[in-house]
């Protein structure tokens, strides 16, 4: 009789192909799948599945787990939520290469851009590799989640070309050098490149990627099409619609000219365009000329939290605050109750556009003062017009009296609209994805978009069939982003799977917690009806905590 290390018996199991659920057992065995069916095998453990579904465990393709891998290879709290693989390395930015001496950059990049601070890095990540293979071999010894890993097209730039990469357009030498670089990352394992068309540096300047022109992005894109995979991932220009459109069709061409699919991240419901028609016809478009170009949507509102105690990417447009909350904590108090400085602070928040327009939709969340608890749940706008104060005024006021611990709350203005949202999930050329998560920690907590998706656009709602949902976040995007030896329940494919109790699933609130290197704070979500999370085989999470189990790879 054939003997496995695992069976997994009377599921309900959703395969990842979009085929309809079936009743049966899965045997694994060397941390793969065995078989499927009705087994009569004999295993060294067995679990009961009975009325529980089992599916393929969860790809999350936009996270920022490059430094959090460093201490907390399980990249909680990812598991808690089926996610068995991350892709890390988006939106130009990675953790290689870099030079010795050369880091500080791209600690300063990710503490503006992924809002993840020096401190933390200090602590806990010790840059004491330069190549993008020797960082993919220290994260390796404990990971117990998966990771495909992008190579950052800003860190690649500043390697090759240090403050030049900030500049000017690259020579062909430096463009040698860096497809040279990429090939190396590729054989070393890395999944794709990825770049950007909007960031901004600590001081305000544009990313590396966007001074690349043309002819350097389609070069880096052929010669990670050497290793036969790979994907190109990019932000686009998001503040201006136009721009967004051209970012798309330059992707098309790169998609094209390299025979390599290309995603852009997010794509997101808002008032005016519930269902981004313009983004979507664009993509469209592109797949018609046979150019592969996918967008990114979230299933959840893209809310968000404010503290002048932390970061906020609110602030980021307007200098004069974004100044202040540069400095350390006890030096933007002073600046804040400076008179002078406080005029010109609530000047320049009138005049406030872009994502800092959202400013006066802000509520009160937690506070911490007894003065301050009568404006809890109130939006900014209603506390200034009933008060007769600017905007800005009720933002300095409330938070000074909370030693600037005032939690400001952006709720259901972003993917709000759930029907629309919907639309934008089911879209063939949109993947499911950009979650953010291990970014923007201390603003908004990207982990429990597989949950929210199950929860509520699966069982609550009906809007998705639970094959087709499963699918999306499994099969589809492994198929995609050339992930194909995982995402499915198939013989011979990775066992990476899930099992969850559909009626108990839930998606918890998020909670502010401090629990990071350098006595950083994070939000958090748990989550409620997963049984087992199962990566290559083995039991990291079983609905009660982790196991001693770390069997993840970088794939």
């Known amino acids: 009789m054939t003997q496995a290390d695992l069976v997994i ?4 199991i959703v395969d990842g192909t979009g085929s309809s659920e079936l009743q049966g057992d899965v045997a694994i065995r060397d941390g793969k799948i065995l078989s499927l069916g009705k087994i009569d095998v004999e295993a060294s ?6 009325g529980k579904v089992l599916a393929p465990g969860f790809i999350d393709i936009h996270t920022h787990f490059d430094p959090q891998l460093c201490w907390d290879g399980l990249a909680t709290p990812s598991l808690e939520h089926g996610v068995t693989t991350v892709v890390i390395g988006n939106c130009s930015l990675s953790l290689a290469p870099v030079r010795e001496g050369g880091s500080d950059k791209i600690v300063s990049m990710f503490g503006v851009i992924e809002d993840i601070k020096k401190r933390t890095f200090d602590e806990a990540v010790p840059f004491s590799w330069e190549t993008f293979e020797e960082y993919l071999d220290f994260i390796r010894p404990t990971l117990g989640i998966n990771v495909a890993a992008l190579i950052g097209h800003s860190a690649l730039r500043y390697y090759v070309m240090g403050a030049a990469s900030q500049e000017r357009a690259a020579t062909q030498d430096e463009i040698d050098e860096m497809c040279q670089l990429v090939e190396e990352a590729m054989a070393a394992g890395a999944a794709g490149i990825s770049s950007s068309y909007v960031d ?15 002819e350097e992005k389609e070069a880096l894109a052929k010669a990670m099409a050497k290793s036969g995979r790979g994907v190109w991932q990019v932000v686009p220009y998001f503040p201006d619609p136009k721009q967004q459109l051209e970012n798309i069709e330059e992707l098309g061409d790169i998609s094209v000219a390299a025979g390599v699919p290309c995603s852009i991240q997010p794509v997101l419901s808002s008032p005016t365009s519930p269902v981004a028609e313009e983004i979507t016809q664009a993509l469209e478009a592109q797949h018609q000329r046979g150019g592969r170009v996918y967008g990114q949507v979230m299933p959840r509102c893209f809310d968000m939290n404010m503290r002048l105690a932390e970061t906020s990417m609110l602030l980021f447009a307007l200098p004069t605050w974004k100044g202040i909350m540069d400095l350390a904590r006890h030096e933007r108090r ?3 109750e400076d008179p002078a400085t406080r005029e010109i602070l609530v000047k320049e928040m009138k005049e406030a556009q872009g994502i800092s327009g959202a400013l006066p939709f802000l509520l009160v969340g937690s506070v911490e003062s007894e003065e301050n608890k009568q404006y809890q749940g109130r939006s900014l706008m209603e506390i200034a017009q009933a008060e007769g104060k600017e905007l800005g005024e009720v933002i300095l006021d409330l938070s000074l009296r909370d030693d600037l611990n005032t939690e400001f709350k952006l709720q259901n203005v972003l ?4 029907a629309s949202v919907a639309q934008l999930i089911e879209h063939p050329l949109l993947h499911f994805g950009a979650s953010d998560a ?5 603003q908004f907590c990207g982990t429990g978009d597989t949950t929210h998706m199950l929860e509520h656009f699966v069982r609550d709602t009906g809007r ?6 499963i699918h999306r976040m499994t099969g589809e995007v492994a198929n995609d982003w050339g992930l194909g030896d995982r995402g499915t329940i198939e013989p011979g494919k990775a066992a990476d799977l899930v099992l969850f109790d559909l009626d108990e699933l839930k998606c918890g609130a998020e909670e502010f917690v401090d629990d990071f290197p350098g006595e950083a704070n994070r939000y958090v979500r748990r989550s409620e009806g997963y049984k087992a999370v199962i990566v290559n085989g083995e039991i990291v999470y079983d609905g009660l905590g982790y196991t001693e189990q770390r069997p993840g790879q970088v794939v």
């Open 415 to 418: 993917n709000a609209d759930k």
């Open 9 to 12: 018996r009377n599921a309900r």
């Open 45 to 50: 453990e067995e679990l009961d599945a009975a």
């Open 334 to 336: 002073a600046k804040f």
């Open 200 to 214: 901004m540096d600590e001081n305000m300047h544009p990313v590396p990627s966007r001074f690349a022109e043309y």
């Open 464 to 469: 998705l069939t639970l094959e087709r949902a």
């Open 438 to 442: 291990g970014a923007h920690i201390t």
